[in-house]
C-alpha cells in the first residue's frame, strides 16, 4: 500500500494567535457543520482535531525539545464550531473565547458577531444554489442558430 505524505498546507489551520507572556501557541479553527442532529458539535471537533492532529503534535515536540529561553511553550487547538442554521454551544464557545483571553463582557457580543457571519455564509449558499437553480431552469440550450432568442426562453434578439 502506498502511504502520501502528510502535507501540512492542505491541513492548514483557520488561524494561529500567539500569546507570548504565558509562551502559548493558540491553533485556531471554524468548524460550520450541518445543525440538524444534536451531536453537530462533537462531530465538528472531531473533524478539527482529525485534521490537525499532526501540526499540534509537531508543535508540541519542537516546544518539548526547547532549550533556554525557547522552552516552556504550550501549544493548544481551540476549536469553534458553528451550525449551518445559527447553532453555537454557548459554554464551549465561552470557555473557548475565555482561553483566548477575552474578558466576560465582550463574549457575548463576539458571539453574536459569530453567529451573524455563520448565517451570512449560509444564505450565500442558499443564494448561489438559487441562482444556479434558476439558471437551470429558464435557460435553454440553443443548438439551432436560426432560432431566435424568444424561442429558446430569452426576451427577443437585438
Not at 479553527?29 to 503534535?57: M, N, P
Request: hydrophobic share 35%; glycine share 8%; with cysteine.
Amino acid at each position: 500500500m502506498k502511504q502520501t505524505p502528510t502535507i501540512f498546507g492542505r491541513r492548514r489551520p483557520d488561524s494561529v494567535a500567539i500569546e507570548w507572556t504565558s509562551k502559548t501557541v493558540y491553533v485556531l479553527e471554524f468548524k460550520r457543520t450541518s445543525d440538524q442532529r444534536q451531536d453537530y458539535r462533537e462531530r465538528g471537533e472531531c473533524r478539527a482535531r482529525d485534521q490537525h492532529d499532526v501540526l499540534v503534535k509537531s508543535l508540541e515536540t519542537v516546544a518539548k525539545e526547547a532549550e533556554g529561553e525557547s522552552a516552556g511553550w504550550t501549544v493548544k487547538l481551540i476549536i469553534f464550531v458553528g451550525g449551518t442554521c445559527g447553532s453555537v454551544h454557548v459554554q464551549t464557545f465561552n470557555s473557548n473565547i475565555k482561553e483566548l483571553g477575552v474578558i466576560e463582557s465582550k463574549r457575548n457580543t463576539i458571539r453574536r458577531g459569530f453567529v451573524h457571519e455563520l448565517l451570512n455564509a449560509q444564505d450565500t449558499v442558499l443564494c448561489s444554489f438559487l441562482r444556479k437553480e434558476w439558471v437551470r431552469k429558464t435557460m435553454v440550450v440553443v443548438r439551432n442558430p436560426s432560432l431566435q432568442w424568444e424561442e429558446a426562453g430569452g426576451a427577443g434578439r437585438q
